[in-house]
């Protein structure tokens, strides 16, 4: 049933990412909501995790929490053996909305981070490693535009430069291709795979797409809505990389995950208790295993 | 050509049809000189000159134009300290505002930073600036001469070349025209979006570089649209800043020409005054513009 070539070698750490029992509450003066509760998940060194979940279920709220942007109200999160506090830049963010400073060219935006990262390179080399991701983005010819000269797929493209650029420990990605045509969102979900091929970073990425989380994942994690949203399945995706799209939808496993993964957010998902399913139980230890 | 119509119709005919009817009604209300021949009680004939209409001492356009002729013709004339052609009052001016103005963004910059940046400071603050913001130039000049009562430097002939009151013109003008920066400034720092505070979170950037390659870029446009208010509110104040302290300049020169009864040019300087305002406003608009492409 999981493919082994699907999982990643052996000699990586099972635990690159922890996070256990993870709870997010806000408090407010009508009574305090439960966002997430005990939410637990490893992510192996390499591994590309895609969270799925209604939308409100408290995805952007778990992935903030990895990031450091929101700080959890409960529970713990280990990082390559390192306990997360606040953000850094060992974990690379690519938002749902670009989020490039308009002021600045596509270089520049790039650039900011590389110099706060590999700020004892010497500056030709930083450029040099700037415009390389650029290139590989597929943005040679635009290095020196302003997000408003560019295109939402384009400036989306500098959003995985900047991320990459970073050689982040971790990629956390919050719904990147959501605001994007289908056709765009295909070209950077070849564009994103192929870098992570490249580099195998560790990535979490949050989607709406059930077709997008079986190309791009190792695991996709199915979050139960909230409040008090958990993980509610965990579907190993076995598919041998390098993937090919046509190649992954005419496996014959293909529909069978669509529909478990659809079966989840129509029927499960709005279940309290976590779900088991007659093709097997998939459970945090199981797929980590 | 129906657009080259249009456009000549829209941006000429209609503002001289406007300034056409200004100039019907001007005319209409100001003052006429008649002469008229009657007898005095003794029987003799005299000639006697009245003014009549609505506001008879209201001197006509063409009066006006008659007496701000020699200011206008050599605009850098220097006949006296309050006898000068009008561009050089109006560079005067333009230096006093130009020192307020700048005392005003200095301080008022920082200001709304810190204002924009910190809920505390802004709730401590709120009050006290909403107190003194609507307070006129009138009131803050008098403080200011209280103020800085000690200010006098004196050049070597023994002649003040700063005084307590060129302190006090200095401040009022700066008080007065401050606030909109300060607002402006502390409005733009809390609309900077989330999301580009994040990336300054995300790449761990340091205070200072997330002030200056994140934070100011982000809040100049709403700088800018503050400063160019500022500046309009310093040039209003100016007027009434001269006429306090007697400083050469078009509102000193103003005050001086209505002691001295020549109404006709006290027109020639409000009109200085409302196109000099109109170029300051039209200039910030356009270092304006080049912030906004954020
Ligand atoms: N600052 C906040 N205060 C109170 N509640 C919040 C806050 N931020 C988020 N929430 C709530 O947390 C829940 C989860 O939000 P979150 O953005 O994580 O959902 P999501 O799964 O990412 O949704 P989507 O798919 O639409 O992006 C929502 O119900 C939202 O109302
Ligand atoms: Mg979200």
């Not at chain 1, 939308?55 to 700080?71: D, E, I, Q, W």
């Not at chain 1, 670009?98 to 004892?120: C, D, I, K």
């Not at chain 1, 990535?203 to 409040?227: F, K, N, Q, W």
């Not at chain 2, 506001?55 to 006296?80: H, I, M, N, Q, V």
Request: proline letters at 6%.
């Amino acid at each position: 049933m999981i493919d082994i070539k699907a999982m990643p070698p052996p000699r990586v750490r099972r635990n690159y990412l922890e996070l256990r029992q993870l709870n997010k509450t806000y408090h407010s003066p009508k009574g305090s909501a439960v966002i997430v509760n005990d939410f637990n998940l490893d992510i192996a060194e390499g591994e590309f995790v895609t969270l799925i979940g209604h939308s409100g279920c408290g995805k952007s709220t778990v992935l903030s929490m990895v990031a450091g942007l929101t700080s959890a109200s409960a529970g713990g999160m280990v990082l390559a053996g390192r306990e997360i506090a606040g953000p850094g830049p060992d974990r690379g963010v690519v938002f749902q909305s670009p989020s490039l400073l308009p002021w600045m060219t596509a270089r520049e935006n790039v650039m900011l981070g590389v110099s706060q990262v590999f700020y004892t390179a010497s500056a030709a080399e930083r450029l040099q490693l700037a415009e390389y991701y650029l290139t590989v983005v597929g943005l040679a010819d635009s290095m020196n535009k302003r997000p408003a000269e560019l295109s939402q797929g384009m400036r989306q493209r500098v959003g995985i430069a900047r991320a990459f650029a970073l050689s982040p420990k971790m990629l956390l990605l919050d719904e990147p291709f959501g605001m994007l045509d289908s056709l765009t969102r295909f070209e950077l979900q070849a564009v994103l795979l192929e870098l992570w091929k490249r580099q195998r970073i560790t990535a979490l990425m949050v989607t709406h797409d059930v077709d997008e989380a079986l190309y791009l994942s190792d695991r996709i994690v199915c979050m139960t809505d909230g409040p008090e949203a958990e993980v509610g399945d965990i579907v190993p995706v076995p598919f041998e990389r390098p993937r090919d799209r046509v190649a992954v939808m005419e496996h014959p496993e293909y529909y069978k995950l669509r529909e478990r993964l659809i079966e989840f957010l129509e029927v499960h998902a709005h279940k309290k208790r976590r779900v088991s399913f007659p093709a097997g139980k998939a459970t945090n230890t199981e797929a980590a295993a | 050509m129906n657009f080259f119509k249009r456009y000549k119709l829209d941006s000429v005919l209609l503002p001289l049809i406007g300034v056409g009817a200004f100039l019907i009604l001007w005319l209409a209300i100001a003052g006429r000189v008649e002469t008229r021949k009657t007898l005095d009680e003794f029987g003799d004939p005299v000639t006697k000159t009245v003014k009549t209409g609505l506001s008879p001492d209201l001197p006509s356009p063409a009066e006006t134009w008659k007496a701000s002729k020699p200011y206008l013709a050599e605009p850098f004339a220097k006949r006296g300290e309050l006898d000068q052609g009008i561009l050089a009052f109006t560079i005067l001016s333009l230096s006093l505002v130009m020192q307020g103005y700048l005392i005003a963004l200095a301080i008022g910059t920082p200001l709304g930073f810190f204002l924009g940046l910190s809920k505390t400071f802004t709730k401590a603050m709120d009050p006290i600036i909403q107190v003194l913001r609507p307070v006129s130039p009138l009131a803050w000049f008098p403080l200011g001469l209280v103020l800085f009562s000690s200010v006098k430097f004196i050049d070597g002939g023994g002649k003040t070349v700063f005084g307590a009151s060129d302190a006090a013109a200095l401040f009022t003008i700066a008080v007065c025209s401050m606030w909109p920066a300060v607002m402006n400034t502390a409005v733009g720092v809390r609309a900077v979006p989330t999301d580009y505070l994040n990336v300054a979170k995300v790449l761990k950037l340091s205070r200072g570089k997330t002030l200056f390659k994140v934070l100011l870029p982000a809040t100049l446009p709403y700088m800018f649209t503050g400063f160019r208010l500022s500046l309009g509110i310093a040039w209003l104040v100016i007027v009434a800043v001269e006429m306090l302290t007697g400083r050469p300049g078009v509102g000193g020169f103003l005050w001086q020409e209505y002691n001295a009864g020549s109404y006709s040019r006290i027109i020639l300087c409000i009109l200085t005054i409302g196109i000099v305002g109109l170029v300051l406003d039209r200039l910030m608009s356009v270092v304006e513009s080049r912030f906004k492409t954020a």
